[in-house]
């Protein structure tokens, strides 16, 4: 038999071993993951934050049910297949800021909008102000986007395969000035740029009229 002394102090680690899916947990030292796989489908994720810039509305982000998802049968979707060139729409966890770190997400493109582009913000200050590694995948390239007071800005590109199906990895590693784009675990560019720095929030973003999926965000800060 546990004294009593003994049994809050059991509760407590016990429950910290036990991070829900679809809330934050910290699955190692400074690493962050939202999987998704106990949100509500046909719901938001309760710990996702959502803005736009241009017209068009925040989109409708959705967690959805899908087969052969990178894990689990849920992810979080951007289901809205409308929208001009200039909108650009958000979602990133609640009360998250980080400064340099490396982000990474899987995602998959859906049918619907007529535009591919999405992927990651890091250094979000809010929707004017950011960095943003996006995979179009029209137009066949990766891009780390300076965004600041509106104005866009690109600081590096490599072009890849277009009309690519199925789901892709993603990741940004971000160390003070210092960029490195990764697409499937290969290199694709490195680059310098102080266009923005400091904290921000960390999160994904679809453009104009893009569908897409979204599983396995990581964002895991790195040391000085």
Not at 24 to 45: M, Q, V
Not at 111 to 130: F, I, Q
Not at 186 to 201: K, N, P, R, V
Request: with cysteine.
């Amino acid at each position: 038999m546990f004294s009593r002394k003994w049994i809050a102090p059991l509760l407590c680690v016990l429950a910290a071993g036990y991070a829900t899916a679809q809330d934050p947990g910290d699955i190692g030292p400074h690493r962050w993951t939202w999987k998704f796989h106990d949100g509500r489908s046909g719901e938001p994720p309760d710990d996702f934050a959502f803005a736009h810039r241009g017209a068009g509305g925040p989109g409708r982000w959705r967690v959805q049910s899908v087969k052969g998802a990178p894990s689990g049968s849920k992810v979080l979707a951007q289901q809205d297949a409308t929208g001009q060139k200039a909108l650009w729409r958000f979602a990133f966890p609640r009360e998250q800021s980080f400064g340099d770190l490396t982000a990474d997400v899987s995602l998959e493109f859906s049918s619907g909008g007529k535009t591919r582009a999405c992927g990651l913000v890091v250094r979000y200050k809010d929707e004017s102000n950011h960095y943003a590694l996006e995979l179009d995948d029209v137009r066949g390239r990766v891009a780390l986007l300076a965004v600041k007071e509106g104005a866009v800005r690109v600081v590096a590109s490599k072009a890849i395969e277009p009309g690519q199906s199925g789901w892709r990895e993603l990741r940004l590693d971000v160390r003070r000035s210092s960029f490195e784009a990764i697409l499937d675990n290969q290199s694709l560019f490195e680059c310098e740029d102080d266009t923005l720095g400091g904290y921000g929030q960390a999160g994904l973003f679809t453009r104009a009229d893009t569908v897409a999926l979204f599983d396995d965000l990581i964002c895991d800060p790195l040391a000085p």
